[in-house]
């Protein structure tokens, strides 16, 4: 199999899991979102050592460990992406899945924001196009319903400043995450089995179901992340760019047609001045893709 298919086959399963994320997080309603948080913690903590040894490669955590700025970025990027996770589960357990799904279909846009301010990027045209008509989406909404997507905008702004952060970190993926969640372990079990007071904080009182999906939770986490990482180094950032939208795409059908989430026309104009500006960012960056090419040729 040529390795461009193989990356996009990565890539598409990365974002199809991602995308039907909730599906599981819903299984889980009975569970407070802060104690989900600390078993996708635990779990894929356990779960990337056990990987990190199989491959033998914990010495690049060794390395890690051993410089302080390393540690002190990844600290950083490790409360954001918790944060992420947390306010994640929480929307999809409280009945805002559209809302979570437009944060993420907001990302790539808050992304060229970043660029811009602290990477010293330039907005080609049809960028800042596509960045005012998001601006425009969101404005919308405030004026029609009367209150900002705080729940879209932390969404996308905390993975967004994750994703900058981790950029300027000289680790890869599967090192890095590791890391982050050996440094959010002792909080995790701190909080899980000393403050925690809720009917499912003990395990030992759980059902056997309940704490199989608890365990999942690594899984859930950690697995998309590699397909993502493996299907990143295969494929174009165009290309990428394109998959990315399956998962948002697939939480907003879900929230539409299958939890039966109430949608007003206000969002609905919001999520059509996203889409537009998606469309326009994409048109952009496969234009320019494609005259790269040409000039290489």
């Known amino acids: 199999m040529p390795a461009h298919t193989k990356g996009v086959i990565y890539a598409l399963c990365a974002f199809l899991i991602w995308g039907i994320c909730p599906l599981y997080f819903k299984l889980l309603t009975e569970v407070p979102a802060s104690e989900i948080l600390t078993h996708r913690i635990i779990w894929s903590c356990v779960l990337l050592l056990a990987l990190l ?39 999809v357990n409280h009945n805002h899945l559209l809302e979570a799904s437009l944060g993420y279909y907001i990302n790539p846009l808050f992304n060229i924001l970043l660029g811009m301010l602290f990477l010293g990027e330039r907005l080609r045209r049809l960028q800042w196009a596509a960045v005012l008509l998001a601006a425009i989406g969101v404005v919308i909404q405030v004026v029609l319903i009367g209150h900002l997507p705080w729940i879209a905008l932390t969404l996308a702004s905390s993975f967004g400043i994750y994703g900058l952060i981790r950029k300027k970190i000289p680790v890869d993926a599967q090192t890095g995450l590791f890391v982050e969640t050996l440094l959010l372990l002792p909080l995790a079990l701190i909080y899980l089995f000393g403050i925690a007071d809720s009917a499912t904080s003990n395990l030992s009182l759980n059902s056997s179901h309940l704490n199989l999906l608890l365990l999942a939770a690594g899984v859930v986490t950690t697995v998309p992340l590699l397909l993502f990482t493996a299907g990143a180094r295969l494929i174009p950032l165009s290309t990428l760019g394109f998959i990315q939208y399956l998962g948002p795409s697939i939480m907003f059908l879900l929230a539409l047609f299958y939890y039966g989430e109430p949608v007003q026309a206000a969002k609905l104009v919001t999520f059509g001045f996203i889409w537009s500006a998606l469309a326009l960012f994409s048109w952009d960056g496969w234009r320019r893709s494609q005259r790269l090419r040409a000039a290489s040729v």
């Open 53 to 91: 040894l199989g491959t033998r490669q914990l010495y690049r955590v060794q390395a890690v460990l051993r410089s302080p700025r390393q540690l002190l970025n990844l600290t950083l990027s490790a409360l954001l992406v918790a944060g992420n996770w947390l306010l994640f589960i929480w929307a």
